[in-house]
Structure formats: structure tokens, C-alpha cells
């Protein structure tokens, strides 16, 4: 019992859920448990209360933000579905408490994001195995070999053994890259150069796997950032040499590279995929949603899917799409007040960690993020949001 009273479990169990947080959802939604019961064996409530009290204002905004999902008791009349939705969203409010209300003090936060880092290996060498599996078991694998830089062996496919969303990953391995070259707590590791840049290396060349447009530009943002802000001469010739480098691996992922592509016309102007889809939902949602309340996430999803039967948007339809936009998908579901709420959540974070390369960045990408993801809508978005918010917003504000 002495074990399950001390802060080393507490820890312990932190650091397992890091370590799960880009596996199978089953395993890190398990991984969520013991993070609870260490939490509640710790036993001094009164300190808990102090400490949540002092984070008060950050706790209220992330239930306010759970309350939107939980409002969805007063818009679907399947009760059953209504719990389902609140429980997906629990991490939202979960985490904040737990975290909240936890003294830095009894866990590392460098331990915390060694676990992600060690993870996130695990799971790169879990891809890369079952594609060199599949490679060797082919019939000639020479020729398949060949298909190591297109879709077969991308995107979706390459994250195979984990059923998970490519760019969901991508944004988190940048995260973590940014972590790995700013944060303090590795300035040691940093001295390791050949393990560090192999495992930024290993890191950046996995982004590109995904296809992930969202994590490339995050990437590419970050790095103009870090050589720039040295204004060097030294700094801006790297800079220039990552971006060739990065250019050229683009063009040989031929499907990233036609993604990228689709997004400019002949004439250079930009264009998006979902932008259309975008102009038809808020149309739609004119004609058929509460601007004020919104309409929750069933009749959401109905509007959506007029949207994309009048658009003309035959895959959106057929497969069900989401907003693909988190605030759009606040509009539509709750309304201005369910946008300003969320708007308010990543301003406040936003504005107390302002000292913090790190959570400025974490913040700054799912900011980013939201535009082309609806990703509340998934149990890795919500478990993602929650924990990181929680853990980056303790360890990083700015003191009163």
C-alpha cells in the first residue's frame, strides 16, 4: 500500500499514459485508470482543493467546454448516445481536475515527456516493421520495395497497425520535436548529437509518412522560427539546406506531393479541398440551425450531410464527414456561444503560458489544427487535448 500512497506511482502511471498516447485507443483509454487511482490514493484532499483553486479559471473554462458536449442531454432525445458523447468527452474534464489539482512537484515533467518520446519511437518501429514485413512477404519484394514512397506504404496504411488518423499523429510528432530541441530538461541529451539528430531525423522523416498537410506546415512554421529568430549566417544557411531537403523528400512521397499541389491552382492562387464543403455548411446551417445554441451534434451531422448532398459532395456524404473544422463544428453544434467558449479556452492558455516556447507551440498547432480537423470528434483528439492542455498549462504558466 506504501507504493500506491507515494508520489513515484503517481508518476509511474503518468508516465504509462504518455507512452500509450499515440497507440491504440483501447490501450491508452485503459492507461487513463491507474492515472486515477494514484491520483485518489494520494489522500490530501485539502491540498488538492488549494491547488485546483489556484487554477481555477482554467478549470471552469475546460468544463464549460465539456458541458457543451454533455448539453447534448437537451438536443438528442436517445439518452443512451447523449451519455456516450459525454463519456468520449470525459478526458476534457478529467485530466483538468487531476492535473489541476496535483502539486508539480510530484512528478517530473521531463520524465513525462521522455514517455511520449519513447512512445512515439515504439510506435514508428511498430510501422516500420509491419511495412518491412509486408515488403518481404511479397512474391518478388525488390519490386515492392518500390512502392516504399507512395500511398501503399503511407498515410493511413502506414499507421495500419494502430487504426489511427495520420495527421492526428503528425501534429503530436512535431509537438514532440519542438520539445526535443527547446525544452531545458534535454539540453543533456542534446550533447548525444548523433543519437539526437537520428532521432530528429527518424522524427521528421515520419511526418512526411503521414501525408499529413497540417503537420508539414506546423514543421515548416517551427523551423523558419528557430533558424530565423538566430538570424545568423550559420542559422540561415541550415535553414535553406532543411528546406532542399525537405523539398526534394516531398516530391519522392509522390502523394504527399499531389496533396500539396491540390491546394494551389495553375495561377498560384490557394485553394483548399474542404473550403467548399465549408461555404455549404454554413449555408446550410442558416436555413436549419440555431445561430445562438447551435443544434447538437446529431442534427450537426445532419446538416452536414445536407450540406454535402446539395454541394454535390458525394465522398463527404457517403462517408459520413464530420466539419472537418473543430470551430465550425462548435458553431454548428453549439451555437456562438459553444465557438467563444472553446475561442476562450485556447486564449487563456494562449495568454498565461506566454513565457513558454512549449506550450505556446502546443497550443499554436492545435489552433492550427482545429481549422482543418474536427478533432473532438475522436477519442484520440479528446485524450490529446485534455492531458496536454492539463500537464502543459501547470508546468508552463506564467505565476500570478
Known amino acids: 500500500m506504501k507504493l500506491l500512497n507515494n508520489n513515484r506511482f503517481f508518476e509511474l502511471s503518468l508516465a504509462l499514459f504518455a507512452f500509450t498516447l499515440l497507440m491504440w485507443n483501447n490501450i491508452n483509454t485503459l492507461a487513463v485508470y491507474p492515472v486515477i487511482i494514484a491520483w485518489v490514493l494520494k489522500n490530501n484532499w485539502k491540498e488538492k482543493f488549494f491547488l485546483l483553486k489556484q487554477n481555477l479559471t482554467a478549470f471552469l473554462l475546460m468544463t464549460a467546454l465539456f458541458l457543451l458536449f454533455f448539453s447534448n442531454f437537451w438536443f438528442i432525445d436517445d439518452k443512451s448516445a447523449a451519455i456516450d458523447l459525454s463519456v468520449k468527452a470525459s478526458p476534457l474534464i478529467l485530466f483538468p481536475l487531476i492535473l489541476f489539482s496535483t502539486s508539480i512537484k510530484d512528478y517530473k515533467i521531463s520524465n513525462i515527456f521522455s514517455a511520449m518520446i519513447a512512445g512515439t519511437v515504439v510506435t514508428i518501429l511498430i510501422c516500420w516493421i509491419r511495412i518491412i514485413w509486408d515488403i518481404l512477404s511479397k512474391k518478388n519484394p525488390l519490386d515492392q520495395a518500390g512502392y516504399f514512397f507512395e500511398w501503399i506504404y503511407t498515410d493511413f496504411n502506414l499507421l495500419k497497425p494502430f487504426n489511427t488518423h495520420p495527421s492526428y499523429v503528425g501534429i503530436l510528432v512535431v509537438l514532440l520535436i519542438i520539445i526535443l530541441m527547446k525544452y531545458k530538461g534535454f539540453e543533456e541529451f542534446r550533447k548525444e548529437k548523433v543519437l539526437y539528430r537520428t532521432l530528429l531525423f527518424v522524427q521528421a522523416f515520419f511526418i512526411l509518412q503521414t501525408n499529413s498537410r497540417i503537420s508539414l506546415l506546423c514543421l515548416f512554421l517551427f523551423l523558419t522560427y528557430h533558424f530565423i529568430s538566430r538570424f545568423t549566417r550559420k542559422s540561415i544557411f541550415q535553414y535553406l539546406a532543411v528546406l532542399v531537403v525537405l523539398a526534394l523528400s516531398i516530391l519522392k512521397f509522390d502523394y504527399l506531393s499531389n496533396k500539396l499541389t491540390s491546394i494551389l491552382t495553375p495561377e498560384g492562387d490557394v485553394i483548399l479541398d474542404r473550403y467548399p464543403r465549408w461555404i455549404a455548411i454554413i449555408k446550410e446551417n442558416d436555413l436549419l440551425g440555431n445561430f445562438w445554441i447551435g443544434s447538437g451534434k446529431e442534427d450537426a451531422q445532419f446538416i452536414y450531410n445536407e450540406a454535402y448532398f446539395k454541394g454535390g459532395f458525394n465522398q463527404a456524404l457517403t462517408e459520413h464527414y464530420n466539419a472537418h473544422n473543430q470551430y465550425l463544428d462548435f458553431f454548428v453544434s453549439n451555437g456562438i456561444v459553444g ?45 490529446m487535448f485534455g492531458f496536454l492542455y492539463s500537464i502543459m498549462f501547470v508546468n508552463f504558466k506564467t505565476e500570478d
Open 339 to 383: 465557438l467563444l467558449a472553446f475561442l476562450a479556452v485556447l486564449f487563456f492558455f494562449f495568454l498565461k503560458t506566454g513565457k513558454s516556447l512549449i506550450a505556446q507551440a502546443f497550443i499554436l498547432i492545435f489552433s492550427l489544427f482545429a481549422m482543418t480537423e474536427s478533432y473532438f470528434g475522436r477519442s484520440a483528439g479528446l485524450l
